[in-house]
C-alpha cells in the first residue's frame, strides 16, 4: 500500500477530512525505555511467587493494560482468585520492586532521535503511558532534557488501561488536540488497538517480540522496525501527512 492509501484509509475509517499532524501522543515502554524485557521478567516473578503459571510472552500480549488489571485478570484466570483493589495495589507494589532490582532500563536506541526530528518539524511532543513506575517517569526529563511539555497521560491519571482509548484521549483533552492532529508511536498491539480507536494516526514500532502483522492488525496505519528507522523517515513523512489538510 502506497502512503496516500495508507492516509485514504485512515481517513476513511475515522470519517476525517483531513490531516494537520501538530503534536505526537508517545508511549513510555518498548518506545522511549528498552524497559520490556524487565517488566516481563518481574511480572514473571510475582506470578511464580504466588503460584500461577504463566509465559514471558503473555505480558507482551497484556502490555499497555494498567498493573492492576493484568494483576486481577491473572489472579483469576490462574488461581481462581478475586483479588481487591487494596490487594492488587499491594501485589503491584512488589512487581515495582522486583522491576527496580533489576537495574536502570536503557534508552531506547534512536528515541532521542525521534523526539528532535518532531520537535524540528514544530510537533508537540506529549507522553501518554498506562505506566505508574515513578522511577522510570521521573528520568524523562534528565534522559529526553527539553524534549517533552508539560502535557503528560500516565497510569495515575487513567482508570481504564489500554486497549480501552482513555489515555490518548486524556491526552488529547489536556493538549487541547483533536484526534486528526495527532500521531501516536507505540510498540505493544493493546497500545495500538487503544490509538487506533482514539481516531489517532498510530504509528507502531517492533521494539519487542511482537511481529509487525500483528501491530497492523490491531490497527496501524505504519509499522516501523525501529526508532531508528521511524526517525530517519519522519521528515518526509511529517511533510506527506500535513500535505492532506482538514
Ligand atoms: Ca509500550
Same mark, same amino acid.
Given at each position: 500500500?502506497?502512503?496516500?492509501?495508507?492516509?485514504?484509509?485512515?481517513?476513511?475509517?475515522?470519517?476525517?477530512?483531513?490531516?494537520?499532524?501538530?503534536?505526537?501522543?508517545?508511549?513510555?515502554?518498548?518506545?522511549? #525505555?528498552?524497559?520490556?524485557?524487565?517488566?516481563?521478567?518481574?511480572?514473571?516473578?510475582?506470578?511464580?511467587?504466588?503460584?500461577?503459571?504463566?509465559?514471558?510472552?503473555? &505480558? #507482551?500480549?497484556?502490555?499497555?493494560?494498567?498493573?492492576?488489571?493484568?494483576?486481577?485478570?491473572?489472579?483469576?484466570?490462574? %488461581?481462581?482468585?478475586?483479588?481487591?483493589?487494596?490487594?492488587?495495589?499491594?501485589?503491584?507494589?512488589?512487581?515495582?520492586?522486583?522491576?527496580?532490582?533489576?537495574?536502570?532500563?536503557?534508552?531506547?536506541?534512536?528515541?532521542?532521535?525521534?523526539?528532535?526530528?518532531?520537535?524540528?518539524?514544530?510537533?508537540?511532543?506529549?507522553?501518554?503511558?498506562?505506566?505508574?513506575?515513578?522511577?522510570?517517569?521521573?528520568?524523562?526529563?534528565?534522559?529526553?532534557?527539553?524534549?517533552?511539555?508539560?502535557?503528560?497521560?500516565?497510569?495515575?491519571?487513567?482508570?481504564?488501561?489500554?486497549?480501552?482509548?482513555?489515555? &490518548?484521549?486524556?491526552?488529547?483533552?489536556? %493538549?487541547?488536540?483533536?484526534?486528526?492532529?495527532?500521531?501516536?508511536?507505540?510498540?505493544?498491539?493493546?497500545?495500538?488497538?487503544?490509538?487506533?480507536?482514539?481516531?489517532?494516526?498510530?504509528?507502531?514500532?517492533?521494539?519487542? *517480540?511482537? *511481529?509487525?502483522?500483528?501491530?497492523?492488525?490491531?490497527?496501524?496505519?505504519?509499522?516501523?522496525?525501529?526508532?531508528?528507522?521511524?526517525?530517519?523517515?519522519?521528515?518526509?513523512?511529517?511533510?506527506?501527512?500535513?500535505?492532506?489538510?482538514?
Amino acid at each position: 500500500m502506497t502512503l496516500q492509501q495508507t492516509i485514504a484509509e485512515h481517513l476513511k475509517y475515522t470519517g476525517q477530512k483531513g490531516l494537520d499532524i501538530s503534536a505526537a501522543l508517545i508511549d513510555c515502554d518498548g518506545v522511549l #525505555y528498552d524497559s520490556m524485557k524487565y517488566h516481563t521478567q518481574a511480572w514473571v516473578k510475582l506470578m511464580k511467587k504466588n503460584g500461577i503459571k504463566c509465559t514471558r510472552d503473555e &505480558f #507482551y500480549e497484556m502490555e499497555g493494560m494498567t498493573g492492576s488489571e493484568i494483576i486481577k485478570m491473572k489472579f483469576k484466570t490462574g %488461581a481462581g482468585k478475586n483479588i481487591t483493589d487494596d490487594e492488587a495495589h499491594a501485589l503491584y507494589g512488589v512487581k515495582t520492586r522486583y522491576f527496580r532490582e533489576l537495574g536502570e532500563a536503557p534508552v531506547m536506541p534512536g528515541a532521542v532521535r525521534v523526539l528532535e526530528a518532531l520537535k524540528d518539524a514544530d510537533v508537540d511532543r506529549i507522553l501518554v503511558t498506562g505506566s505508574q513506575q515513578d522511577t522510570l517517569l521521573d528520568r524523562i526529563e534528565k534522559d529526553f532534557p527539553n524534549l517533552f511539555g508539560e502535557v503528560k497521560v500516565t497510569g495515575h491519571d487513567v482508570r481504564k488501561g489500554k486497549p480501552n482509548p482513555e489515555p &490518548f484521549l486524556k491526552g488529547m483533552a489536556k %493538549a487541547e488536540k483533536k484526534p486528526n492532529q495527532c500521531i501516536v508511536i507505540e510498540n505493544a498491539p493493546l497500545g495500538v488497538q487503544a490509538a487506533h480507536a482514539a481516531g489517532c494516526f498510530t504509528i507502531g514500532v517492533t521494539t519487542g *517480540p511482537i *511481529p509487525e502483522k500483528d501491530l497492523y492488525k490491531a490497527g496501524a496505519d505504519l509499522v516501523y522496525k525501529n526508532m531508528d528507522e521511524l526517525a530517519a523517515a519522519l521528515p518526509s513523512l511529517l511533510v506527506a501527512l500535513s500535505l492532506v489538510k482538514a
